[in-house]
């Protein structure tokens, strides 16, 4: 297919008034690899304009629904009127296990204040402490998280006095978040006040000690689909312990005891730097970001643990661990290769998914035509050392950043600040770095941030890829036109994608949906032969 | 999620503050189906771009369709300055990419709480220019989330929608005959094609509002349409108060301010009130209706219908008589399956909805009569109180009638939960599930029936093979 995606990009966003096209022309950029490397420069996380139909969700979203959510034991009120409580309700795919039944498993339930006409008039504090109080007579947490939504900044209730207060009534652990759903660009401002909220919160409270000598925290993986199970299991086959992760499968417990790993493995960079950073600032672990999307790219990553880790024995067992599921997934690769080689892929999808998944796909011979985040920033395109030039805008400013220094008893660089470079000279390790999804994507494709429901309708019908991946919101509009939909936020109730057993699971899954029959069908036969017979007569 | 509900000990506190498991959406989702339902229209969210967000994924979670909700997308600043810039660059931008007939909007908590002036805000824009040529119509309804459900949204759009465009004076050609209202309330796409059906078998046209049977239940397309084709036509809401009278689904809406009371006072279109038709009793008084208001006979394939429907009741009395339900959802979607359940011999022992009418007790009285043990009715309750409910007095349940929400309180207490109603999204064509009319009420009480055999079969140790 030779379609220049310039004039694509032209046909996109022609119908715009002049002062949306030009800002959605500097949204839209077709790669092109200059000297050193370098990627052209887009705008993103800037807010979606009023009237075009994003996929973006909220803050509150971010916060609740993606951070916070899937910790199995922090019970999570939503303070407000009944709807941002029943649409988080278990609408996110992330799974969960508990030790034993008993053990608490608060994501089944979903606790709102469900504030009513005089909560507004009068305010709400009232009703939040007696929906504390009550939830922790009934659940007995260890700590309940409370998630403003629209109307409770605007009336004034401060729920930060709140938590204040209950904490030392009830004697456990409450903390709120200001994550009001007009405060930010997308659910992006959700994950950094969500951030900022654990980091402050709950980091650092849990002293239990570990003798295992190689622990690792795994930050920005939310076991949508058992991802996180799947990383649990290569890590500890390869003997690395994993001391928490932000937030898939995870307990207050264990993220209260994040800071004893050495180290921190970042798989969405856009949704958990924060924390990554502040914890380096302030207990010296250092960061780095991995991929356990793809074979290829866990057997890179795991790899570089082995390297991090400096020690022998390790990196032996990790090359046959690496050995041993490469040669399962290499049969299956070949064979769905030989099917797939060839066909088209487009990928609009969260704040890392839309990079991670590339690979997948070149792996079995697929092109991608497009691709583009939906709550990205610029760092995630074009990679963190753009940061410096990154514009803070009002909505940015509109979230705290806190002030991190070293704790005094607690902060031990894991690696001297030498060591690290030596590293990173030795090695191909790079730590608090994460290049972006343009500098490895090919030449001339299609870069598009906040797809619009429009520029998706348009691209679809110009392009007809093979396979569009995005999310439940655009999947049954693709599939009307007969293409498939692969949904990357739920995957489709399907998964685990992670790891080795997950890239066969994929592999698998996009054999089946690209060389499915359905688009034959759409042209019903009596249609196709009254075209046959008007070309006859034409003829 | 991987594990079994955690068992919660009880402890007798019969008022809970916050709601545990709600058994209800909030408003601005039910307007935003309302708008979905109009030919050519845009639903529109005045507010938080999450909302939009929010709600699209939960209305395409049920159809499995498209379902495209603009929003104004507030910022901070728009929360202190107001949304009024917001309201006009979103209704322009949505314009120029889909060219609607109409935009729907709904408030929001957001743009409620702040008090937004829609009417001022709306004629500010019209005046400007917004009334050119192929301008679309602008309809707006104020669902604040903190009052009501998503029914009451549903129902307060469907009478803003008629008070703000019917139309007095002269009407076009099409609409100078006799035609009915059809105001079904929240029901399936399959039902909205079903009343249109009886409306066609009766030889009269009917305005069926909403209609999203069409523009929520499509077809494959190699060209899509960024807007689907079907919905209430606009030239037929214009027309509302021409028509020959308006039936209006749902007991529970009797009480209230609706399109069909506000058509009957302001241009005195005869209203009839009568309750969804689920079920015979309930179909037969709809038929009756529609007999009276058309003066048509009864279309002889549904008597048809009726008549099988009656026979399998006989036949699969024995499966069901005396068997104990709990129903729960949206209000008129429980008194319709409270009719149908109390009919057949089964037991309602708990008739419960997140809904919050106050009709909901007496209209479950009226369809009950003859049931010995009568319902615990249960109004704006959620599902943790309904489980606690089951529990303490011990209703031990043979099956549940509801929506998807309900599934974990059905595995709780380990029974079957048949889906019905909205919103379904652990099983396949909730947009498809006929609810009315005696087909409709053929096909639950099967489902019932099969449900209960399939329980006794794969309980028993002996091996059935003839039931």
């Known amino acids: 297919m030779s379609i220049d995606p310039r004039v694509v990009k032209d046909e996109l966003i022609q119908i715009y008034p002049k002062k949306l096209r030009q800002k959605r022309s500097e949204q839209i950029v077709v790669t092109q690899k200059g000297e050193g490397g370098s990627v052209p420069e887009i705008k993103a996380n800037v807010r979606t304009s009023p009237g075009i139909i994003t996929q973006r969700g909220c803050t509150y979203a971010g916060c609740k629904g993606v951070v916070i959510g899937p910790s199995r034991d922090i019970l999570s009120i939503t303070h407000g009127p009944i709807g941002c409580a029943f649409y988080s309700w278990l609408t996110r795919r992330n799974q969960t296990r508990p030790a034993t039944l008993e053990d608490p498993n608060y994501i089944n339930y979903c606790l709102s204040t469900d504030m009513q006409e005089e909560n507004i008039v009068f305010g709400g504090e009232k009703k939040l402490k007696a929906a504390i109080r009550e939830a922790a007579q009934l659940f007995k947490p260890k700590a309940i998280a409370l998630f403003s939504t629209c109307p409770v900044g605007l009336i004034g209730d401060d729920v930060h006095a709140v938590a204040r207060e209950l904490k030392e009534e009830l004697g456990i652990n409450i903390f709120g978040f200001s994550c009001e759903g007009y405060r930010g660009v997308s659910q992006s401002a959700g994950h950094h006040i969500a951030n900022n909220g654990v980091f402050k919160n709950v980091v650092g409270l849990n002293e239990t000690p570990h003798p295992e000598k190689f622990k690792v925290n795994v930050l920005g993986e939310y076991n949508i689909g058992g991802d996180g199970f799947v990383i649990e299991e290569l890590l500890t086959r390869c003997g690395i312990k994993q001391i928490s992760t932000f937030s898939g499968n995870s307990t207050y417990d264990t993220m209260a005891n994040a800071h004893t790993a050495d180290l921190n493995l970042i798989m969405c960079h856009r949704s958990i730097n924060y924390v990554a950073e502040m914890m380096e600032k302030r207990f010296g672990i250092p960061w780095m970001k991995i991929n356990f999307i793809g074979a290829d790219a866990t057997a890179k990553s795991l790899r570089r643990l082995g390297e991090y880790f400096e020690d022998d024995a390790l990196k032996a067992r990790i090359e046959e661990v690496i050995a041993e599921e490469q040669e399962k997934v290499s049969g299956i690769r070949e064979a769905v290769k030989a099917r797939c080689t060839g066909k088209t892929a487009m990928l609009f999808v969260g704040g890392s998914r839309a990079h991670h998944y590339q690979q997948l796909f070149k792996d079995i011979g697929m092109k991608v035509l497009a691709a583009g985040y939906e709550f990205g920033h610029r760092d995630d395109y074009e990679g963190r050392k753009v940061l410096p030039t990154v514009k803070v805008d009002a909505d940015s400013k509109n979230i705290e950043e806190i002030d991190v220094v070293p704790d005094p008893v607690r902060f031990r660089p894991r690696r001297t600040a030498e060591r690290i470079e030596q590293m990173e000279a030795m090695t191909e390790m790079e730590f608090r770095d994460y290049v972006g999804m343009m500098p490895e994507m090919d030449d001339d494709t299609l870069v598009i941030d906040d797809l619009s429901q429009h520029e998706s309708d348009r691209l679809l019908e110009m392009y007809r890829p093979d396979i569009f991946c995005a999310g439940i919101k655009e999947k049954f509009g693709v599939q009307k036109m007969g293409i498939p939909c692969k949904q990357l936020h739920s995957y489709d109730y399907g998964g685990p994608y992670a790891g080795f057993r997950g890239a066969i699971n994929f592999y698998k899954d996009i054999d089946r949906m690209v060389n499915m029959k359905y688009a034959s069908f759409l042209t019903p036969p009596w249609a196709a032969q009254e075209k046959e017979a008007q070309q006859a007569a034409a003829d | ?467």
Request: aromatic share 8%; hydrophobic share 40%; charged share 20%.
């Open chain 2, 1 to 467: 999620m991987s594990s079994p509900a955690r068992k919660i000990k009880l402890e007798a506190k019969p008022n809970w503050v916050s709601t545990r498991n709600p058994c209800k959406a909030c408003a601005p989702m039910g307007a935003t189906l309302v708008m979905r339902g109009i030919e050519g229209g845009v639903p529109f969210l005045h507010g938080s771009q999450g909302c939009a967000t929010y709600m699209r994924r939960y209305l395409i979670s049920h159809f499995r369709e498209p379902m495209d909700i603009a929003t104004s997308g507030f910022s901070e600043a728009s929360t202190i300055f107001g949304g009024g810039a917001n309201l006009r660059q979103g209704l322009q931008n949505v314009t120029s990419q889909y060219k609607p007939g109409l935009i729907g909007i709904a408030t929001t908590c957001l743009t409620e709480t702040i008090g937004e002036d829609m009417n001022l805000l709306l004629h500010e824009y019209r005046a400007k220019g917004g009334q050119a040529e192929n301008a679309p119509e602008l309809v707006h309804v104020a669902t604040p989330s903190y009052r009501g459900t998503h029914v009451d949204g549903f129902n307060d759009a469907v009478r803003a929608v008629v008070e703000q465009m019917a139309a007095e004076g002269a009407l076009p050609s099409a609409y100078t005959q006799s035609f009915l209202n059809i105001f079904p309330g929240m029901v399936s796409a399959e039902d909205l094609r079903f009343l249109k059906e009886v409306a066609d078998d009766f030889g009269i046209p009917a305005t069926v509002f909403p209609d999203y049977s069409e523009t929520l239940d499509g077809p494959s397309m190699l060209k899509y349409k960024k807007i689907p084709e079907g919905g209430t036509p606009l030239l037929a809401l214009h027309a509302t108060p021409a028509a020959r009278a308006s039936i209006e689904l749902g007991r529970t809406l009797r009480q209230k301010k609706t399109a069909a009371s506000f058509l009957q006072e302001r241009f005195l279109v005869p209203a009839k009130r009568i309750g969804l038709p689920v079920g015979v009793e309930e179909t037969d008084v709809f038929f009756n209706t529609m007999e009276k208001v058309t003066g048509a006979p009864m279309p002889e394939k549904y008597a048809a219908q009726r008549g099988r429907l009656i026979d399998a009741y006989v036949d699969g009395h024995k499966y069901v008589f005396g068997k104990r339900a709990i129903v729960f959802g949206d209000e008129d979607m429980v008194v319709g399956m409270t009719s149908l359940l109390a009919e057949i011999g089964a037991q309602p022992i708990l008739c419960a909805s997140g809904g919050k009418s106050g009709a909901l007790a007496k209209s479950i009285a009226e369809v009950t009569t003859h049931l010995k043990e009568a319902p615990l009715v249960r109004e704006g309750v959620d599902f943790m109180t309904m489980a606690e409910e089951a529990e303490m007095k011990e209703l031990k349940p043979d099956f549940m009638i509801g929506s998807s929400k309900g599934a974990k309180f059905a595995r709780a207490l380990g029974v079957p939960l048949i889906r019905v109603g909205f919103p379904i999204h652990d099983r396949f064509g909730g947009q498809r599930i006929l609810h009315l009319g005696y087909r409709g009420a053929q096909q639950l009480f099967d489902q019932i029936i099969n449900t209960l055999l399939e329980l006794k079969q794969d309980s028993s140790p002996i091996g059935y093979s003839y039931l």
